[in-house]
Each structure stands twice: as C-alpha cells, then as structure tokens.
C-alpha cells in the first residue's frame, strides 16, 4: 500500500544520500561508522576499531616487490599490491581474482580469460590484457634475469625467448582486446590456472618507465591489489596500507600491515616482547632448541603456536658432468652414508618427517612409503660403492664445499651433520660454505655449485610443481630422458589416475639413480597473538589451521585485529 512520507522520513532518507556521498558507495550506515573501515568493509562484531587494524609481522628483507624480477630476491608478500589472474584460497583451490572467467580450446592448449570489469591501479590507470601480455615477457626477457624462468616454461615459446631463440612478440601471450587475454601453451597443460596463481601482473605504463626500481618506492610502486607501499625504510621495515582504488575481490579488514625487518634470531624475541602480532613463518630454524623447549613447556605458548607438517622437501642436489658426481655410484654412495633420521632427531629436534622422494606425503600424487627402501642408510654398501667409481675410503676423491644458501644456524648444523657423516662413512673430506642468497642461486642457475643442501616448497598443489624442478634444462644439471619423457607424459594428461603414475614412475628413476640425495620434509611452526583472527582461524581442508600458503598473500587481506588487543 502506498504510503506518503513524513518530514521526518525525508530527512532520514536525506541524511542517508549525503552519508553515502561522503563515505563512498562501500558504506553501510547498518553497520555504523565505526565498523566500516576506510575501504568501505565492514568489520566483525568482535573486531577492534578501524584505528587499531594494524597488524606488525617480522621477517627477512628482499631486494623487490616484484616478482616479475626475481622470486628467489623478492620481498615477502607480493600478492598484497598485484592480483593475478587467478588465486588459492586457504584450501590451495582455484579462485577468479582479476580474471572473471575462462575457457579452453578444445585441444587444451588455448586458454582465454576475461578480465573482471573496471580494474585498475592504484594511480587510476586502468588494468588490462596488455599488463599480463608485459609481465609475461618482462620474466621470460633474459635481460630481466628472471631466476625461476623455467616456471612458466609450459607457454609457447617462453622458453626460447628466454634463451634467446625466439622473439619475446612470439611468446604464446596475446592481449586480444583490453578486458580479454589468450594464453597458448606447447601442451596441454591441465595445471596453467595453478602456475597463473603467481603471476603478479605488474603496471606496464610505470615498468617502462622506472625499470626495475619501480617496486622499491611508494612514489612508483603502483597497485593492483588491496595493499599498496607507503614506505620501505631498508634494514628496518615495510609499510602497506589499504589500498582506497582496490576495485578487486579480496578488499581487506586491515589498514595497515607493518612488516619489520629482522634476523631470524631476533624473530621469536620480538614475538615474546609484543612487539609483533605474529611470526607467520618459521621453517629453517629462527627457533633455537632453548626457544623450542619454552615453547613446549609454555602453556599460553603452546596456545598460540600452530604446527603441522608442510610441503616442503629437502634434498642434496649434484653438480654438473665436470664433477665426480657425474658417475651415480658417487651419488649412491653419498645418498646411503648420510643418516636422514639421525639428522631429524639430533638437529631438528623432530620438527621434520624423513623425505624418500620428491613429494611431500599428502601431497597431490605422493606415495613416499614405496620408496623408503631405495635410499637406505648403509654405510657399508656406500664405501664399496664409492670404491668401484675409483675414490677407495675417499682417495683422491676432490675437495667440494656443500653449499648452503643464507642457511639458519639450524641448517648449518644440518650441513655439519652431513659433513661429518660424509667423512666418517666414506672418508671424503667435504667443506661447508654458507653463502649470501644472491651469491648462491647465481651460481646455482649457472649449474656452477658442485653439491648443495636445498629445499623447494610448493606453490601450487599439483606434482608438476616439484617434478619439474629436475626436467632436463631445470633447477639442477641432472638430466635423464626416460625421466623427462614421463613427467612431460604426466604434465599434458587430463585424467588425474594417469598423471599420477606417470610421475610416480618420474620419481622412481629420479630416487633410483641417485639424481638427488632426499633428506627431510620439515614440520612449520606459526605463531600468532589470539587476538589475531580472520580465516587462518579455519582448518582447511589439509587438517591444518594456518596461514595457509605463507610465502604469499593470500590471507592478510582476510585478517583482523581483535577488540581483546591490549
């Protein structure tokens, strides 16, 4: 029934208008001002005040925030000021993000992506199609020294651009109008929308313009995301606010993250001071024995500490046929002296699971109980092995360094540990060099480090991830066809079953041959205040409740500060 409005009901209705005008389309006058943040999100009802959305975190310095430049150098967090095409969510499944939908051709090789309407920057430029088409031939350009090129190798023809055999125009990367993007890959690759989750579009029109510093100043380091750089003050810390021209689908409850720079023994220090809301990744060791003994005996501790086993793995990898590893009786001999187990009770203090192979256990594809006898501890059998490749009790064998990247004091030990084992089983003499992170993966993509201890974590929950590190022209110089055969077999199959078996067989030749010398799959350890809250407050589907996938963004933007912070 109509009804005629009262002075009073204009006057609300009014007050409304003019409470939308100044606040923005995102505020809700239901909520109440002091529950809507400043990008127009409404807080929970536990939630501190807009104010006190501040969450202070502590971690490694990187070089860039741009990952288009370099991942192994890249500053933590990348996805709070870019938003590729697609995203994992706490539970590693594909979400839209700056891509609405897609299709695929029907030989499995075209993918087409329609971007999400109204996109921009944080400067007011519009994102589009071209961006993607500039971030996929910044990484794959050679003069960029992109140093995990080989990643996005399923593209057509980014591999050869990359070695300078082909044009970058002929990349398999097209912008066909400005909201639609085609992507063509050498194969049907059944897991592009996992690799797409890390590609970090950056802003053509400020790349061109800066190079690589763009990144590194809130003058030029423009946004994508729902953060954007407010300040980067070196060897201190990194600020990131919410970003007021986010127009995507992840706009945040935090104002600000604050993100200190520190060593990992200053880590678990400035958590038990307050000076820090959370410590969101510890996996190499910032906890000593004496800081992991506190936290098992501190019940308030123990609280705020989530632990579960990640997926991760740590390896001993070879060096090239210039070295006496070339010979797999050498790398046998080197595989069955090293005591795995020994290793995780004594140095890691059980924060760690043996590794047999490649994959993680409860990782996509994964089988590890079949492979534990191939590797085995016995140091007999290694001795008599590296005495048939010509080095009885070590020889004449040559003097390599394991080399460690900015390893923690608790991977030093772990490298000792390997040291003496080494000696004392099969009598070679091996050094222990700690190097500076971009001193090492220099060297390491040049195939120029004769033995490493190195892990690789994943990044998108499919083998691909880890089967392809050892594909011939890989992370390491290892090569064998038979295996290359079957991972390329398993990365262009669509049904899962025979993906799986194909790279399980990868993986028997791989463990077999001795490519690697598997150790440890470690156990991380999380901490954070109660008053930390948000989704990493909910057990995913792994069992675990976490940060999910740390080494990227995806939950800051679902995280808030509690109305119970002091």
């Known amino acids: ?101 897609w299709a695929v051709s029907s030989d499995g090789r075209t993918w087409t992506f329609t971007l999400r309407p109204g996109l921009r920057w944080s400067d007011g430029t519009p994102l589009t199609a071209a961006d993607f088409v500039y971030t996929i031939r910044r990484m794959a350009n050679p003069e960029t020294g992109f140093d995990v090129a080989w990643y996005f190798s399923a ?13 970058l ?73 919410a ?79 210039q070295t006496a590893f070339k010979d797999p009786r050498v790398r046998k001999a080197f595989a069955m002296a090293v005591d795995r187990d020994a290793i995780i009770k004594s140095v890691l203090r059980g924060m760690a699971v043996p590794a047999y192979g490649m994959l993680p256990p409860g990782f996509h594809c994964a089988q590890p109980a079949r492979l534990k006898g191939m590797q085995p501890y016995n140091p007999a059998e290694a001795k008599k092995l590296l005495a048939e490749a010509g080095y009885p009790d070590g020889k004449g064998f040559p003097k390599y360094d394991l080399n460690l990247r900015a390893a923690s004091p608790t991977i030093q030990a772990a490298g000792e540990a390997i040291q003496a084992m080494i000696k004392q ?33 994943y990044d998108y929950a499919d083998a691909s991830n880890f089967m392809n590190i050892y594909k011939t022209g890989g992370r390491h110089p290892w090569s064998n066809a038979d295996y290359d055969k079957a991972v390329n077999t398993a990365n262009s199959t669509m049904g899962d079953a025979a993906r799986c078996a194909s790279y399980r067989r990868a993986e028997d030749i791989l463990v077999r041959d001795a490519g690697a010398v598997f150790l440890w799959h470690p156990t991380v350890t999380q901490l954070w205040k109660p008053w930390v809250r948000g989704l990493i407050n909910k057990t995913n589907k792994y069992g675990f ?22």
């Not at 809507?36 to 925030?65: C, F, H, M």
């Not at 976490?546 to 119970?564: C, L, T, V």
Request: no cysteine; charged share 20%; glycine share 6%.
């Open 169 to 241: 125009d002929s990349i398999g990367a097209v912008a066909v109008n400005p909201t639609t993007l085609a992507l063509t890959t050498t194969e049907p690759t059944p897991y592009l929308l996992m690799l797409l989750s890390d590609l970090y579009v950056v802003p053509a029109h400020v790349v061109g313009k800066a190079g690589d510093p763009w990144s590194q100043s809130p003058a030029t380091a423009v946004s994508s995301g729902p953060f954007k750089l407010a300040s980067w003050e070196r060897d201190k810390q990194l600020v990131f606010v």
């Open 545 to 566: 409740v976490s940060w999910s996938r740390p080494s990227k963004a995806d939950m800051p933007p679902y995280i808030y500060i509690g109305n119970d912070k002091p």
């Open 243 to 321: 970003n007021p021209a986010y127009t995507g689908v992840r706009k945040p409850y935090l104002e600000r993250i604050v993100y200190k720079v520190g060593q990992d023994s200053s880590f678990f220090p400035a958590y038990l001071a307050n000076e820090v809301d959370a410590i969101p990744w510890i996996y190499e060791g910032p906890l000593g024995p004496s800081d992991l003994a506190r936290l098992q005996s501190d019940p308030r501790l123990r609280r705020e500490a989530h632990v579960w086993p990640y997926f991760q793995t740590w390896w001993i990898a070879f060096g090239s046929d």
């Open 425 to 457: 089983n099969l009598g070679v003499d091996l050094g222990v060099q700690n190097s500076e992170r971009k001193l090492f993966m220099d060297r390491l993509n040049k195939y120029d480090l004769p033995i490493v201890l190195i892990p690789w974590e």
């Open 1 to 101: 029934m109509y009804r005629t409005r009262t002075p009073q009901s204009r006057l609300l209705v009014a007050g409304i208008l003019v409470l939308l005008v100044v606040f923005g389309p995102g505020y809700d006058p239901r909520v109440g001002a002091a529950t809507a943040n400043s990008v127009g999100v409404a807080l929970p009802s536990d939630a501190a005040p807009p104010s006190k959305q501040v969450l202070t975190l502590i971690g490694r310095e990187g070089t860039y925030l741009d990952w288009s430049k370099t991942v192994q150098k890249g500053q933590w967090m990348p996805g709070l000021m870019s938003d590729p095409l697609v995203m994992q969510d706490y539970n590693s499944d594909i979400k839209p993000l700056s891509a609405a939908r």
């Open 155 to 167: 593209l057509k023809n980014f591999k050869e651009a990359n070695e300078g055999k082909a044009p």
